[in-house]
């Protein structure tokens, strides 16, 4: 008995022992493998990132010709909107520009008052020219006229025509035609009022909206 009491004792110890020694591994690893580890997978997600960065550069790089093609379009429809506006903002080139459509057409001009159409937001009617996005927010002039004159029919027809179609933004807001007292003619005397618009299509700030948010 005494002999297998020696032994048992002995396992025991040497299973202790052996106990004793997995927890020491299992310490070491936590204490020295484990953090290595996480520096290595932290250090993996810090190189994917740089990867990703460097793929969306090169690609930015690859399109900087479409970019600087789209900037130098828009630069040209800027210049094109503000010139096609540029009537409304000289009440004398608007003034001017009319008359010559009413004498090319053979129209009569009795009378031609300008009026500045104050609170406006857009136009009240479809422009010959298309109205640039966001007018409602960038118009910056808005001039009318009230033109009373006399003409044939088909003449007053065609300055009607060449008004909207060849002023910029311009809407033909009215027609009104009675006949002339002059029944010898076929003449017919007219009122026509129309409205001109200027918008503004310079480059927007976002520093200034950045700033406007905050």
Do not use: W
Request: neutral net charge.
């Amino acid at each position: 008995m005494s002999k297998n009491t020696g032994v048992n004792q002995e396992l025991r110890n040497v299973i202790a022992q052996g106990a004793i020694a997995l927890m020491v591994c299992v310490g070491a690893y936590m204490f020295l493998v484990d953090p290595s580890s996480t520096k290595l997978a932290a250090a993996r997600a810090d190189e994917a990132h740089l990867v990703s960065q460097a793929s969306a550069a090169e690609a930015l790089r690859n399109n900087a010709p479409q970019i600087s093609a789209a900037a130098t379009r828009a630069r040209d429809e800027a210049q094109k909107i503000s010139q096609t506006g540029r009537l409304a903002r000289s009440e004398q080139e608007l003034f001017a520009a009319l008359s010559a459509l009413a004498a090319r057409n053979q129209i009569r001009v009795d009378q031609m008052t300008p009026s500045k159409l104050l609170g406006t937001a857009k136009p009240t009617a479809p422009t010959a020219t298309p109205t640039p996005e966001g007018s409602e927010n960038s118009l910056t002039a808005a001039q009318g006229y009230m033109i009373d004159a006399t003409a044939s029919y088909s003449d007053i027809a065609n300055f009607i025509k060449a008004v909207r179609t060849e002023l910029g933004y311009c809407t033909v807001k009215s027609v009104r035609m009675m006949p002339t007292s002059d029944t010898r003619t076929k003449l017919i005397h007219v009122v026509v009022e129309t409205e001109h618009y200027s918008f503004d299509a310079s480059p927007v700030s976002l520093t200034a909206d950045a700033a406007g948010a905050h």
